[in-house]
Structure formats: C-alpha cells, structure tokens
C-alpha cells in the first residue's frame, strides 16, 4: 500500500474547518496550503485532485466540491484504518494462539567434584580464544555453561590461568 500524505490524517478535522467557514465560497492555493499543511506545488497538485478550476491567473476550488471530495477521502480513510486495525488485531489473536515459551527443566546433574578447580571434564581449551563444549542434549549444554560460569565465581585467578595457558593438558583425551 502506497504511503499517505501526512495530511491524510487530519482530514477530519480539515473538515470541520472548512464547514466553519461559511462565508467562504472559494478557496484559493494559500488557503488550501494553510488547511493541508503543505507548500505551493502540493497544493496546486492538490487543487487539481479536489476540483480545483482556473479563474484567471489562478486556481480556485469552490466550498461545496471540497467538502465533498474531502468525504470521498474520509471514507477511504476510515475504511483503510478499519483495515488496518483488523489485520493488527488478526496479528496479535495468532500471536497468543501460538505455544508460550518452552520450559526447560534444569538436568539433576551431580555437583562437580573438584578438590582443585579445574574446568569442566566437558569443556576443552584447545588454543587461546578457542575452547569446545561437549554434551548431549540441550538440558547438559546448559549444565556444562552453569558449571563453567561456576568455576569461574569459585576461583577467577585458576579460571583466567586455564584461558591464558592454552590447551588444557587434562582434559586433552576428550
């Protein structure tokens, strides 16, 4: 669907001006510029479009064809808006129509046994700035990410050291 001009919405109220001004049988280029909001080439574009006709040198358009070509466009504008906000609304019914998020249940995995802190036995640091993950399912990945995270709050200096030092020499047989 094309673009609205900006006045588009302000048809309505650009209506009741126009009916307010009963003593005002034409309407010239300036004041369609005032009521729409424009500059001079959009409202003599626009003077053509409502049934503007030449009077002399100049455009005019006469009260009663602008107020009834500024019904046309209202109702095509309450008729797109309508449309409009069905389509959110259809949009938003099939959005909570759709299953929530998954919940995953944390895995019973056995706290890690370590005398000293060491990674992971899953984790492997194979070159600095490299390191690998092996699990099973997606419950164990984030079991080996939890106990990663976890030996890193228990001991940061053991965790920045196994970063630094490259491959880790006891979990190379993985």
Do not use: C
């Amino acid at each position: 669907m094309a673009l609205k001009p900006h006045w588009y919405a302000n048809i309505p109220k650009i209506r009741r001006t126009v009916t307010s001004m009963t003593t005002t049988p034409m309407f010239d280029r300036q004041a369609i510029q005032a009521l729409f909001g424009v500059k001079a080439r959009s409202a003599n574009n626009l003077m053509n479009r409502l049934g503007g006709y030449p009077i002399g040198g100049a455009h005019a358009v006469s009260r009663e064809s602008l107020l009834e070509r500024l019904d046309g466009l209202a109702g095509t504008a309450l008729s797109a808006e309508a449309e409009r906000k069905a389509k959110v609304v259809d949009a938003i019914d099939q959005l909570r129509r759709q299953a929530g998020p998954r919940r995953v249940k944390a895995p019973d995995l056995p706290p890690p046994k370590r005398g000293v802190s060491q990674l992971p036995s899953n984790v492997q640091i194979t070159a600095m700035g490299e390191m690998i993950i092996r699990y099973a399912s997606p419950e164990e990945f984030l079991g080996v990410i939890n106990a990663f995270a976890q030996f890193a709050v228990d001991d940061y200096a053991s965790f920045a050291d196994s970063l630094q030092s490259g491959p880790s020499p006891a979990n190379t047989a993985l």
